[in-house]
């Protein structure tokens, strides 16, 4: 008896651990708020970006970062520009650099969730999980030529 309940709760342990997996790598896109929970590190690798990489989705990101005042921190052109004496975001443009990941769903973790001290969680001013995706898209353009990915033709 003792050994069937312990076989039904493995059974139940592993099914639910499957199902977190695989809703980890499904495309996010809904709305957000400051109470999102924020992504593990393992569930943010495994998510694909289900925005395809357009140049409408890269105008949209670069409409995004301007409105929202990223380059305030990571400079107009996303290459952490500031003034002498100021404390500045990372250099985009430089993704070898980077602290958290550059596989795209990391990096819609750090701008989703935040990233450190310094990156604070957009989801707090940013309403919707694609608008997000969309900015992955930016950043990933200001990549080196032979690190960015290639611009999909629109449909």
């Known amino acids: 008896m003792t050994s069937m309940l312990h076989a039904r709760r493995v059974i ?13 790598s499904e495309p996010a896109l809904g709305p957000l708020d400051i109470d999102t929970p924020a992504l593990m590190p393992a ?3 495994a998510l694909r970006n289900p925005i395809p990489y357009t ?12 409105y929202h005042g990223c380059g305030a921190c990571h400079g107009i052109e996303g290459k952490a ?8 975001g990372t250099d985009l443009a430089q993704p070898g650099a980077w602290k958290f ?3 795209e769903g990391q990096v819609f973790r750090s701008i989703r969730d935040g990233a450190a001290v310094g ?22 353009s ?3 030529e032979g690190q960015r990915p290639v611009v999909k033709q629109e449909d």
Do not use: Q, Y
């Open 12 to 24: 139940a342990v592993a099914t639910f651990a499957t199902a977190s997996l695989a809703c980890a």
């Open 43 to 45: 569930e943010a690798k």
């Open 55 to 66: 140049r409408n989705s890269i105008e949209r990101g670069r409409e995004l970062f301007a």
């Open 81 to 88: 520009a500031s003034a002498p004496g100021l404390d500045h």
């Open 101 to 103: 990941g550059t596989v």
């Open 119 to 140: 990156m604070p969680p957009m989801k707090a001013v940013i309403p919707w999980e694609e608008d997000v995706w969309h900015l992955v898209n930016f950043v990933r």
């Open 142 to 144: 200001l990549w080196p």
